[in-house]
């Protein structure tokens, strides 16, 4: 069976709500009519066959992909008796009601305003996206093993055709939406700014530290789950004159790295020399920045600091500078074509749903 690469029209807004939960959501019933589904709560009453007029051929479903000796819009034969894609359609209203409603109205939104804005999705560039996203949950969920992702869905009694077809419809509406946010994404200096110093650091300095962990905490009870690993019993006494036993042995010449090697207690850390990668404000509390901001390549060695993970010791190795002038074009270029944040999605389908009259909700 031939998939169209383009979501598929619906032939009931009703009915597309119980597609998009299901199998049938990527590929059957496209521009065709039906009986309206009940009411949400009233039981699927299936249709009698011999009272129904004949769909015209242009409206008849397509075979069934997974058994292609049944008629046209027949999903399954049970005892001889055949189960039609309108009984079905009617037993899933009657179980999922509007429950995908919202997810539905937003899909529509989002073609609406494509349309208007003129933003369309080629045939080439949706196969390129659903190729690669295939290939990369391969590669994630499967360890790359395509038989084993076959044989997954085999389970979930679908096939390879219509998981890319359910596929290609989520993608086509995800793209859609990155596309639109993208186009009208509004950059403001103070957002600029932000990403500046998420990339940058605070004021465009960054520090290249590293540190000595001291930990009184038995291994895995610091908050966060920290991998400081200190001999159990310790006291925070115990560790804090340990600490400082450590820094007068730095300050008598001891060199910073072997007494890392030696001493501390953050293993993480203790297997790159001690060095924290990319550190931030914040991470390691106040008392640890400010400890920080007043080390100075004449006094690269910090006194005992405490922090909730127990007392360090810091070592300035670079203070790297930017100035936001100097690098602005780049930071504007990546931050307009970021991908689309969730609360950004969220944000921008709100601003649809506020423009546009909805009914029956």
């Known amino acids: 069976m031939t998939f169209s690469w383009k979501p598929l029209r619906p032939f009931s807004g009703w009915l597309l709500i119980v597609l998009l939960g299901c199998a049938f959501s990527g590929g059957l019933c496209q521009g065709q009519e039906t009986k309206t589904p009940p009411a949400p709560g009233t039981p699927a009453t299936p249709p009698r066959e011999e009272k129904r007029a004949a769909p015209a051929p242009a409206q008849t479903p397509p075979t069934n992909p997974l058994a292609s000796d049944l008629p046209q819009g027949t999903l399954a034969r049970v005892n001889g008796r055949e189960i039609t894609l309108d009984q079905y359609l009617g037993y899933l209203y009657a179980?999922?009601?509007?429950?995908?409603?919202?997810?539905?109205?937003?899909?529509?939104?989002?073609e609406d305003e494509a349309k208007a804005q003129g933003l369309s999705l080629s045939p080439e560039q949706m196969e390129t996206?659903?190729?690669?996203?295939?290939?990369?949950?391969?590669?994630?969920?499967?360890?790359?093993?395509?038989?084993?992702?076959?044989?997954?869905?085999?389970?979930?009694?679908?096939?390879?055709e219509d998981y890319k077809a359910k596929l290609r419809q989520e993608l086509y509406y995800e793209t859609l939406l990155s596309e639109l946010i993208l186009k009208s994404r509004q950059l403001t200096d103070a957002e600029l700014q932000r990403q500046f110093e998420r990339t940058y650091g605070e004021g465009g300095v960054q520090y290249v530290?590293?540190?000595?962990?001291?930990?009184?905490?038995?291994?895995?009870?610091?908050?966060?789950?920290?991998?400081?690993?200190?001999?159990?019993?310790?006291?925070?006494?115990?560790?804090r004159e340990r600490a400082e036993t450590v820094l007068k042995e730095i300050r008598g010449g001891l060199d910073f790295v072997q007494a890392v090697k030696q001493y501390s207690d953050d293993a993480a850390t203790r297997q790159n020399e001690g060095r924290i990668p990319l550190y931030r404000k914040g991470a390691y509390g106040d008392a640890f920045h400010k400890?920080?901001?007043?080390?100075?390549?004449?006094?690269?060695?910090?006194?005992?600091?405490?922090?909730?993970?127990?007392?360090?010791?810091?070592?300035?190795?670079?203070?790297?500078?930017?100035?936001?002038?100097?690098?602005?074009?780049?930071?504007?270029?990546?931050?307009?074509?970021?991908?689309?944040?969730?609360?950004?999605?969220?944000?921008?389908?709100?601003?649809?749903?506020?423009?546009?009259?909805?009914?029956?909700?």
């Open 291 to 361: 400890a920080v901001l007043a080390l100075t390549p004449e006094q690269p060695i910090s006194g005992i600091v405490e922090s909730n993970r127990g007392f360090h010791i810091i070592q300035l190795i670079e203070r790297q500078v930017t100035r936001f002038e100097d690098v602005k074009a780049e930071i504007e270029k990546v931050t307009r074509t970021r991908p689309p944040a969730t609360a950004e999605r969220q944000q921008y389908l709100k601003g649809l749903r506020a423009k546009a009259k909805i009914e029956g909700l």
């Open 209 to 239: 530290l590293r540190h000595i962990l001291i930990s009184g905490r038995g291994p895995g009870s610091a908050p966060g789950g920290d991998s400081s690993t200190p001999p159990a019993g310790r006291s925070q006494a115990d560790a």
């Open 95 to 110: 179980s999922v009601g509007k429950s995908r409603l919202d997810e539905f109205i937003d899909r529509q939104l989002i």
């Open 129 to 160: 996206a659903l190729d690669d996203r295939i290939e990369r949950t391969i590669k994630g969920l499967y360890q790359g093993k395509r038989e084993t992702f076959l044989e997954s869905l085999t389970r979930r009694r679908t096939n390879f």
